[in-house]
């Protein structure tokens, strides 16, 4: 008898634990734009049926003040939106690894940005916002980078990478050189300097220990020589028939300019920020980064004098570029079960005083039109060089997903005498096709 009504209660308490689990999903479904599927019940915030606050997860790779700065903005929209709790994460270095085993188990945050991959590497993962009100004020420098040929728009741009090598003015104002428009007038600069300062100060500083500058040598320049030209590789590269014997000529150059004394001595050892710290102190005339490494600078130094300049043309007959793309973004998972609620968090960030503090905490130009440039004393740079060609970033759209590792380490390996530039060309043909194969 006990046994029987033993059996009795466990089926009771089964009974009890399927009814309430039905509960507690009903109403939770609906598709990634907000709309439920047949018997749903949709919820205003976008997600638990409208019976609880909504929780957004939020991941981003901007570090720093930057972060901080979208923190802020998250913590005002939480403020005005009580019924949404934003769990808002910038796990920095590791960002890339978290987002690839997300992207594996298709479990993505929310929202979350794409650190100039919208279209590559997440694009299948995000849901199309070309219906958002924001959507229609894409500047013009950002809008191929972020949308495709059927209208899509992967994500909100709130500034744009646009950048190029900078220079210290006070170092140039010195030793008596222009701001160099093409690679035989850099190499001139870069030679008078090291004369003229009796080696105290480096032509171009790079922090080769960190590896990703000596892969922003190559992501610069390669486009200046395979792209930019009237008669380019650009095709070749896409298609998989580009002729690596021509890409000696690249890692080529970097090597002279090690050689010929035009790199700090102790490349392979310094970081980035002893990079920035150099420039801060007139100890380097040109960096090979980007506007933010000016930024690093001044909070050494908040008197630096310092200057964007374009990316020096290669070939003759080719002129001077700028480099463009993603910087700071927001996209939002197709697959977001608070699609509503996440849509309306992108749309908080798309106000215009919103574009503008995310903007000026990169020194960047806004992603949106109708903004100001505020980026302090390089507005007068991105204004002065506003009509000058604007290319993506060369591994983004030229290589493989995969390749960036390649660059930076053959190119470490190469400044220590492991490799040589034919070699250098040969592992990134190996690893081009390898990769090329296993994505097609």
Request: hydrophobic share 40%.
């Amino acid at each position: 008898m006990r046994k029987t009504n033993w059996f009795k209660m466990i089926s009771v308490v089964m009974a009890a634990a399927f009814l309430l689990a039905a509960c507690g999903n009903a109403g939770t479904g609906g598709n990634p734009d907000g709309e439920g599927s047949a018997g749903e019940t949709p919820n205003a915030a976008g997600g638990n049926g409208g019976n609880s606050k909504v929780t957004l997860t939020v991941m981003t790779n901007v570090v720093g003040e930057p972060a901080k700065v979208l923190q802020d903005i998250a913590n005002k929209f939480m403020d005005e939106n009580p019924d949404i709790k934003v769990d808002f994460s910038a796990p920095g270095a590791e960002y890339e690894n978290i987002m690839k085993m997300k992207m594996a188990s298709n479990e993505l945050p929310d929202v979350f940005s794409t650190h100039g991959w919208a279209k590559v590497r997440y694009g299948q993962y995000l849901a199309d916002l070309k219906d958002e009100e924001w959507a229609s004020k894409l500047d013009a420098s950002i809008k191929p980078s972020v949308t495709d040929e059927e209208g899509k728009v992967y994500v909100l741009p709130m500034d744009q990478d646009k950048g190029g090598p900078v220079y210290n003015a006070s170092v140039l104002e010195e030793y008596g050189v222009e701001v160099p428009a093409t690679w035989d007038e850099l190499l001139q600069a870069a030679e008078t300097i090291k004369t003229k300062s009796g080696g105290k100060v480096a032509p171009i500083h790079i922090g080769g220990a960190d590896s990703w500058p000596i892969g922003q040598f190559f992501d610069f320049y390669a486009t200046s020589v395979f792209v930019s030209p009237e008669q380019n590789d650009a095709e070749q590269l896409l298609d998989g028939t580009f002729d690596w014997n021509k890409f000696d000529v690249l890692p080529q150059m970097f090597l002279d300019l090690q050689e010929k004394g035009y790199l700090n001595k102790d490349v392979l050892t310094a970081k980035y920020s002893d990079s920035a710290k150099a420039f801060a102190e007139g100890k380097a005339a040109f960096g090979v980064y980007g506007p933010f490494l000016i930024e690093e600078a001044k909070a050494i130094n908040p008197e630096l004098k310092a200057g964007l300049m374009p990316i020096q043309s290669v070939v003759a007959g080719d002129t001077p570029t700028l480099v463009g793309g993603e910087k700071t973004t927001w996209g939002v998972w197709k697959d977001s079960p608070n699609s509503e609620a996440a849509r309306k968090f992108v749309a908080y960030f798309a106000k215009p005083e919103n574009v503008a503090l995310v903007a000026a905490s990169n020194a960047l130009p806004p992603g949106l039109e109708g903004v100001a440039i505020d980026a302090g004393s390089l507005t007068a740079d991105y204004e002065k060089y506003k009509d000058l060609r604007v290319f993506p970033y060369f591994d983004r759209v030229y290589l493989p997903n995969g390749m960036w590792d390649v660059m930076c380490k053959n190119g470490q390996d190469m400044l220590a005498g492991a490799i040589t530039p034919r070699e250098y060309s040969e592992n990134m043909k190996k690893e081009y096709e390898r990769l090329r194969a296993a994505s097609q």
